[in-house]
């Protein structure tokens, strides 16, 4: 449907703050069940997004005809063997997540479609230029006892004008968003967990975060190239291990592994709550290595913002 993306995985070093404890040359792609095996003992997700269909779960777009500079309704639905799914499991106050970027990832959106008594899920979009863009859905099902995850994407044509592709800005530590200024510190590793730290001030004051669908803040983080997906949310806050299956051995979270981790994220909790315009959100990378361009979204004075910046993971 779009030109071809070639998967495009840099050999970099992290600069600045932001750093990686490794770096590699090559990665593979991914596959329908599984991503890199090094990072999936801690995957949390069916899918990296690259890919609508994976074990018989089918995102499938509505015929329809989308145009830049005015809203449209986009309609999907998930199938599973044919039958349109109509039982979701609510994950962060919603039961469908999707987010929409454009190739170049920019025109980053974050929305959350209304699903009708037949499966059929609307979404209500409205895309500034034309172009290929691409289509996550991050959604929860029940299978037997668990709640599983799945990550699918698909990509849409945009009528219109379209802009001339924007290159991703060199990675950096501090950026400022409507008018606040946000710090990033961490270590991004590629096969394993790792800490990314912001710290959001205005006016040289610490922020105080609201509740932004069910937690203090919202990480994607979306590759250059294959456009793989990974999201995010702080320390302390449910990652769904307890209830959702990692996919490339089978293995499940056992009531000893609920309990521990229960116990570390619920010290962390009381550390991000304590520090006033601080987050940590504990990082993963099922896909691998590569230049990624992260949406840092928060919610102060009962307004939503995103903080978009780049950063190699490695």
Not at 46 to 61: C, H, K, M, N, Y
Not at 204 to 218: A, N, Q, S
Not at 243 to 271: F, H, L, N, V
Request: glycine letters at 10%; one cysteine or more.
């Amino acid at each position: 449907m779009t030109t071809t993306r070639i998967l495009a995985i840099a050999a970099l070093a992290a600069t600045l703050t932001l750093t990686a404890c490794s770096s590699k040359s090559e990665e593979p792609a991914p596959t329908p069940t599984a991503t890199n095996a090094a990072a999936s003992d801690h995957a949390h997700a069916r899918g990296d997004g690259t890919i609508s269909a994976i074990q018989g779960v089918t995102l499938e777009l509505g015929t329809q005809t989308i145009a830049a500079g005015k809203s449209t309704d986009i309609t999907f639905k998930i199938t599973r063997g044919g039958e349109t799914i109509t039982d979701f499991v609510e994950s962060h106050t919603k039961k469908m997540h999707v987010v929409i970027v454009r190739e170049d990832l920019t025109g980053y959106q974050h929305l959350h479609p209304v699903m009708a008594a037949d499966g059929i899920w609307t979404l209500p979009v409205k895309f500034a230029t034309g172009g290929n863009y691409h289509i996550v859905s991050d959604f929860k099902i029940t299978e037997g006892a668990l709640d599983v995850n799945y990550v699918l994407g698909t990509d849409v044509i945009v009528d219109g004008e379209q802009t001339a592709s924007v290159a991703l800005p060199a990675p950096a530590d501090r950026i400022e968003v409507d008018g606040f200024v946000i710090s990033i510190s961490g270590a991004l590793p590629a096969t394993e967990h790792g800490m990314l730290m912001a710290t959001v001030t205005k006016d040289g004051v610490p922020v105080t975060f609201e509740e932004y669908l069910g937690t203090t803040g919202h990480l994607v983080a979306i590759r250059e190239g294959d456009l793989a997906y990974a999201h995010m949310h702080p320390s302390g806050h449910d990652h769904g291990s307890a209830e959702t299956e990692t996919i490339s051995d089978g293995a499940t979270a056992t009531s000893e592994m609920e309990t521990e981790m229960g116990t570390q994220e619920s010290t962390e909790s009381a550390m991000d709550h304590s520090m006033p315009g601080m987050i940590h959100f504990d990082t993963e990378f099922p896909t691998g290595a590569g230049t990624y361009k992260f949406f840092f979204q928060f919610q102060v004075d009962g307004k939503v913002h995103t903080a978009e910046f780049v950063a190699i993971v490695g």
